[in-house]
């Protein structure tokens, strides 16, 4: 077929056209209804499966992790219960207030078994936190070096919380009093308290 024949197609009368043009023309017309159903129809559904097969992986990787919790649950109801127990254990080892001064002559008494000499015994300003009262006790002895394992080690065995701090061990200087192999050693014990109800803010 000629590009004049071409030309010279009747589209009034689309019957009387050669069998391949008609062909063209109806694969043409065909394509141009199945190009518009699937912008129109198709092309939204799939795109909307997507996003539902997106969100499906979601809600399985939520509901795993929800499983995962509502199977430990048991366990850590009685993990929160232990801990509460153990905090209430570690409450009721804080002294009240009249017991501080009692915890303080325990801690000097523990020093003076262990077999050291105290140059600096000094309770500081309490600092009070969200339920407890820290106090800090500034200590200077002099003794062995084994004496002060001694004292720190008799400290951590008190019944009552204690905590030491900052422990710098040096030779005591030459012109102070004592033998010439006694050391020095300069900490902080902290002690806690329990504060009052009425103290709390």
């Known amino acids: 077929m000629t590009l004049d024949e071409l030309n010279n197609l ?7 056209w050669p069998l391949p043009v008609r062909i063209v023309l109806i694969a ?13 129809d198709v092309n939204p559904q799939l795109e909307s499966l997507d996003k539902v097969v997106k969100e499906e992986v979601s809600l399985k990787q939520t509901f795993e992790t929800k499983q995962k ?3 430990n649950l048991k ?3 009685e993990q929160l219960a232990e801990m ?9 080892q804080l002294p009240d207030q009249t017991e501080v001064a009692g915890l303080i002559v ?5 020093g003076l078994a262990a077999g050291l000499e105290f140059e600096l015994f000094k309770p500081g300003a309490e ?14 002895v002099v003794g062995e070096y084994h004496q002060f394992g001694e004292f720190v080690s008799g400290i951590a065995t008190l019944p009552r919380i204690v905590t030491t701090h900052d422990i710098s061990i040096s030779k005591r200087g030459k012109g102070s ?16 308290r329990a504060l009052e109800e009425e103290e709390e803010g």
Do not use: H
């Not at 009747?10 to 009387?16: E, F, K, L, V, Y």
């Not at 017309?29 to 199945?34: F, L």
């Not at 509460?84 to 009721?92: A, C, H, L, P, V």
């Open 106 to 110: 325990d801690i000097s008494q523990t």
């Open 75 to 77: 366990a850590l109801k």
């Open 28 to 40: 043409l017309i065909c394509a141009a209804i199945g190009y518009g159903a699937w912008a129109k």
């Open 10 to 16: 009747d589209p009034q009368n689309i019957g009387a």
């Open 127 to 140: 600092k009070p936190a969200e339920f407890y009262s820290e106090l800090p006790i500034s200590i200077r």
């Open 69 to 71: 919790k509502a199977a």
């Open 177 to 192: 009093e004592g033998t010439g192999g006694s050391l020095v050693m300069n900490a902080t014990a902290k002690t806690y």
């Open 84 to 92: 509460k127990q153990s905090f209430g254990d570690m409450i009721r």
